[in-house]
């Protein structure tokens, strides 16, 4: 993890707020989870109306624009500055109850500055991006030492020292740095485990959180991460992403009928979903289920998704892999000359390192891995 997503970590889509504000806040933080953009950016508006002077309705209609934009592919340029404008607000209110409540004005300038600079990350704007990462996480340790029960903020610092744990050993010297925190992986899943079992809306963050960490190589607790997917799964039918991540988890344990039937590529929980993240669901779902049982040397089943997978849009860090697999089938039906050619077109690093195994241990012999979970699906 580079030094500045590690910064962005720490902007968790949770909420600080008094006790009077948790059912309102709860009730958009539910919407936002399950994807249902235009809903989530009503109720941030109504919130917003109810209470002008909190920061909370602005900051939450700039994080609902923030997940359409991403999940529009980041090509929309209205979606982008309705953002922009949603974070101004947001910012804004938040400095205007620094002097009535503090805690809750450092966090909100710390949520808002965090979202900024992962917009900038997202375009790659990396000298833009950090000062905006730094002084989010300023103000969230801020936030913290005033109100030590604020579990927004605490999910955050377990995010910095379990992230800043897996940095490389060259980093962390600047990550303390910045931030003034040590490393410290034990330390951060005992604080995201510790929201995770809380009773506030951060709750469900520290969850999500923890499901992607446990899914990843440095943890691979594939039992654990399935657990808290599935709760993730039934809770917002709506996101994508949970479903789609318990198919990539089935695939790593090596239950590939169980990661077929998650993808399901032709079921009816494609139609459900918002048409911003409908293509890319079906695509990652045609893809995961191609996979499966490309592993398990199904060539018929795997041409048939190949072939539906073909006829839509790749996502973004999906093109290199389809061409491996479609490398493979060709292997698999002994044609090698034709599998090489489509190996030679391979440039992603490590859809490539396999290709080049796979060379010389043709398939259906050779590394068995599997695409890895992109973010966002």
């Not at 900038?120 to 340790?141: E, T, Y």
């Not at 955050?156 to 490393?183: C, D, I, N, Q």
């Not at 809380?198 to 999500?208: H, L, P, Q, W, Y």
């Given at each position: 993890?580079?030094?500045?997503?590690?910064?962005?970590?720490?902007?968790?889509?949770?909420?600080?707020?008094?006790?009077?504000?948790?059912?309102?806040?709860?009730?958009?933080?539910?919407?936002?989870?399950?994807?249902?953009?235009?809903?989530?950016?009503?109720?941030?508006?109504?919130?917003?109306?109810?209470?002008?002077?909190?920061?909370?309705?602005?900051?939450?209609?700039?994080?609902?624009?923030?997940?359409?934009?991403?999940?529009?592919?980041?090509?929309?340029?209205?979606?982008?500055?309705?953002?922009?404008?949603?974070?101004?607000?947001?910012?804004?209110?938040?400095?205007?109850?620094?002097?009535?409540?503090?805690?809750?004005?450092?966090?909100?300038?710390?949520?808002?500055?965090?979202?900024?600079?992962?917009?900038?990350?997202?375009?790659?704007?990396?000298?833009?991006?950090?000062?905006?990462?730094?002084?989010?996480?300023?103000?969230?340790?801020?936030?913290?030492?005033?109100?030590?029960?604020?579990?927004?903020?605490?999910?955050?610092?377990?995010?910095?020292?379990?992230?800043?744990?897996?940095?490389?050993?060259?980093?962390k010297p600047l990550a303390?740095?910045?931030?003034?925190?040590?490393?410290?992986?034990?330390?951060?899943?005992?604080?995201?485990?510790?929201?995770?079992?809380?009773?506030?809306?951060?709750?469900?963050?520290?969850?999500?959180?923890?499901?992607?960490i446990l899914s990843k190589?440095?943890?691979?607790?594939?039992?654990?991460?399935?657990?808290?997917?599935?709760?993730?799964?039934?809770?917002?039918?709506?996101?994508?992403?949970?479903?789609?991540?318990r198919a990539y988890v089935?695939?790593?344990?090596?239950?590939?009928?169980?990661?077929?039937?998650?993808?399901?590529?032709?079921?009816?929980?494609?139609?459900?979903?918002?048409?911003?993240?409908?293509?890319?669901?079906?695509?990652?779902?045609?893809?995961?289920?191609?996979?499966?049982?490309?592993?398990?040397?199904?060539?018929?089943?795997?041409?048939?998704?190949?072939?539906?997978?073909?006829?839509?849009?790749?996502?973004?860090?999906?093109?290199?892999?389809?061409?491996?697999?479609?490398?493979?089938?060709?292997?698999?039906?002994?044609?090698?000359?034709?599998?090489?050619?489509?190996?030679?077109?391979?440039?992603?690093?490590?859809?490539?390192?396999?290709?080049?195994?796979?060379?010389?241990?043709?398939?259906?012999?050779?590394?068995?891995?599997?695409?890895?979970?992109?973010?966002?699906?």
């Amino acid at each position: 993890m580079s030094l500045c997503l590690l910064l962005l970590a720490l902007a968790a889509p949770a909420a600080a707020a008094p006790p009077e504000m948790e059912r309102e806040l709860a009730g958009v933080v539910e919407l936002f989870y399950d994807m249902q953009f235009d809903k989530a950016r009503a109720a941030a508006d109504a919130l917003a109306a109810r209470r002008p002077n909190h920061p909370a309705g602005a900051f939450y209609r700039g994080v609902s624009s923030y997940q359409h934009w991403t999940a529009e592919g980041m090509r929309s340029t209205d979606t982008y500055r309705a953002f922009e404008l949603d974070s101004e607000a947001a910012e804004n209110a938040a400095k205007a109850i620094m002097g009535s409540n503090p805690a809750e004005a450092h966090y909100y300038l710390g949520a808002t500055l965090g979202f900024r600079a992962r917009a900038n990350m997202a375009q790659k704007k990396f000298f833009r991006a950090l000062p905006d990462a730094s002084a989010s996480i300023k103000h969230l340790k801020k936030a913290l030492a005033l109100d030590p029960a604020l579990s927004d903020a605490r999910l955050g610092m377990g995010m910095y020292h379990y992230f800043a744990a897996r940095m490389p050993a060259g980093a962390k010297p600047l990550a303390y740095l910045l931030v003034g925190e040590s490393a410290d992986r034990k330390l951060g899943l005992a604080e995201l485990w510790s929201v995770a079992h809380s009773t506030g809306i951060a709750r469900m963050e520290a969850r999500s959180v923890l499901a992607v960490i446990l899914s990843k190589d440095d943890e691979a607790d594939w039992a654990g991460a399935e657990t808290l997917l599935a709760e993730l799964a039934a809770r917002y039918p709506h996101n994508p992403i949970y479903r789609l991540r318990r198919a990539y988890v089935a695939e790593r344990r090596g239950d590939f009928d169980a990661a077929v039937a998650l993808a399901d590529p032709d079921g009816k929980w494609i139609e459900t979903l918002h048409p911003s993240v409908r293509a890319p669901a079906r695509a990652w779902a045609l893809y995961r289920a191609a996979e499966s049982r490309l592993l398990q040397k199904r060539a018929a089943d795997t041409e048939r998704w190949l072939v539906a997978l073909d006829r839509l849009p790749h996502p973004r860090g999906m093109k290199d892999w389809v061409l491996l697999r479609r490398a493979n089938l060709l292997d698999f039906q002994g044609k090698p000359r034709e599998a090489d050619e489509l190996y030679g077109r391979i440039k992603d690093k490590t859809p490539a390192a396999l290709a080049a195994r796979f060379r010389t241990e043709r398939y259906p012999a050779g590394p068995k891995d599997t695409a890895p979970f992109f973010t966002g699906y």
